[in-house]
């Protein structure tokens, strides 16, 4: 049975930073295993095909730091089928630093969502839903700020579901492709990819356990 290599040996050979007796080890390991590996081979191929990619997101874009670049391409090459193009046009988006929607999350310290807000975008506009009988009256009620609403199209919509899961759901006119997903990437470089699941006219994703800070959303 071939044991494969780890996307961590591939990616520090693909993005080899310095040469000394170990680095130089890995890389005859790893050339030596490709030869004979098909599947290892792909992976390494892709991964060395975005370097450059990488080298720009690293030195142009909001991620600083090579680790974070290689948490980017570890998040793609979990949750895709990955073919170039499509990785290359999420590398766009994220360095183009221009994304469909833009969140704050601010939690407690019990670790529970209490408040998400939104900035408007070209494509949406969110903001806090009025609450029940406050249209048209002077007094106001209590704002759920865990709600935020398309002011265009109420199908479209980000909450927070029991204090920690923040689901983000859109009508399915919204997307071209089939098989869509969605990008939250955060301020510090953590990123998260989840496919949209579709429930009737719309599409769904629910993302688990984010930290307090500013997230840019891109989908596809």
């Known amino acids: 049975m071939i044991v494969h290599l780890t996307f961590d040996e591939m990616a520090d050979v693909a993005f080899i930073e ?12 790893v050339q030596s295993h490709i030869l004979d590996c098909t599947e290892c081979k792909a992976m390494y191929d892709k991964l060395y095909a975005l370097r450059s ?10 991620m600083m730091q090579k680790s974070a670049a290689l948490r980017f391409i570890r998040t793609l090459t979990d949750n895709f089928t990955l073919t170039q193009d499509r990785v290359q046009r999420w590398f766009d988006k ?14 407690t310290q019990l670790g529970r969502i209490t408040e998400i807000s939104s900035l408007s975008s070209d494509m949406f506009d969110f903001g806090y839903a009025l609450p ?16 935020l609403i398309d002011d265009n199209d109420t199908d479209n919509r980000v909450s927070v579901v029991d204090g ?7 009508r399915t006119e919204n997307f071209a492709s089939p098989d869509p997903h969605i990008l939250i990437v955060s301020d510090t470089g953590d990123v998260r ?8 006219e719309v599409f769904e994703a629910r993302f688990y356990g984010l930290e ?9």
């Open 18 to 29: 310095e040469l000394n007796d170990d680095s130089k080890e890995l890389i005859l390991r």
């Open 53 to 62: 990619t990488a080298d720009r997101l690293v030195n142009d874009g909001p």
């Open 94 to 107: 994220v360095i183009s630093e221009t994304s469909e929607l833009y969140l704050t999350v601010v939690k």
């Open 132 to 147: 029940i009988g406050a249209r048209g009256s002077e007094t106001h009620g209590v704002i759920d700020k865990t709600v």
């Open 164 to 170: 920690n899961c923040l689901v983000v759901q859109f």
């Open 193 to 200: 990819c989840s496919k949209l699941s579709q429930n009737g």
């Open 212 to 220: 307090a800070g500013e997230y840019r959303v891109y989908f596809e």
